[in-house]
């Protein structure tokens, strides 16, 4: 069961999500559009440089055009790009592109599970992109995710069924935390799990960080899931 933890801000919050376990560790680049816990390129690339081969590197970009997020692969060039705009979607050409500025890079496009039709949606988009990862929606909030809310896991379900057999990666995410990810896997046997605002601790200031021992718990509890389930 792959572990991927958002949205890191700092070397030492990458650094302490790695000593907890953490398979991917994700930044949400920043572009035109303002996101929770954003952190510039600059940063985002020391803190990439912090880990290394210790952990796949993911870039997270709600850019409503490819051309922000091309720049973000060329600067950053991580493991993985995680598209989750909700106004630009991967396309077979943007997929060809983006591997094409980085060997070796993979797709990840988000997919808002409001309803059913996330299902032929989810399809879509597994034919041409590496991974898709399920998330919640909240309209005050940009793109796809960093809601902290649960959606329809029946969906999710389904969703990992059918791209199983297009051999598509799945990772489930909204509002995942210690306290539910063993159920979830349960339910929904995704290939990974992904937590943000279940694993931060808010600021009085609005703001998040990351809590180790949150990101802690929520790794054992998804890695024993799994192996419970011999998944």
């Given at each position: ?133 399920l998330d919640s929606v909240d309209p005050k ?91």
């Amino acid at each position: 069961m792959i572990t991927q933890i958002y949205s890191i801000q700092t070397v030492q919050e990458a650094l302490d999500c790695v000593a907890a376990g953490a398979d991917y560790i994700g930044v949400a680049a920043a572009t035109s559009m303002r996101l929770p816990a954003e952190v510039s390129l600059e940063t985002g690339l020391e803190i990439f440089a912090a880990i290394g081969k210790q952990a796949k590197k993911v870039a997270l970009t709600v850019a409503d055009n490819p051309e922000p997020i091309y720049q973000v692969i060329e600067q950053l060039k991580p493991d993985v790009i995680h598209v989750c705009g909700n106004r630009y979607y991967a396309t077979p050409k943007f997929a060809e592109t983006a591997r094409r500025l980085h060997k070796g890079l993979e797709v990840l496009q988000a997919i808002p599970v409001t309803g059913p039709d996330a299902i032929e949606q989810a399809e879509h988009y597994a034919r041409f992109c590496d991974a898709i990862i399920l998330d919640s929606v909240d309209p005050k909030i940009a793109g796809i995710g960093a809601a902290g809310i649960v959606h329809d896991w029946a969906i999710s379900s389904e969703i990992c069924r059918r791209l199983e057999k297009l051999g598509c990666k799945v990772i489930l995410a909204g509002g995942l935390g210690p306290n539910n990810v063993a159920d979830a896997i349960r339910q929904v046997r995704p290939w990974g799990v992904d937590s943000f605002t279940k694993t931060s601790i808010k600021l009085a200031d609005g703001a998040s960080r990351k809590d180790p021992a949150l990101v802690k718990l929520f790794i054992e509890r998804a890695q024993a899931a799994a192996k419970e389930l011999g998944i």
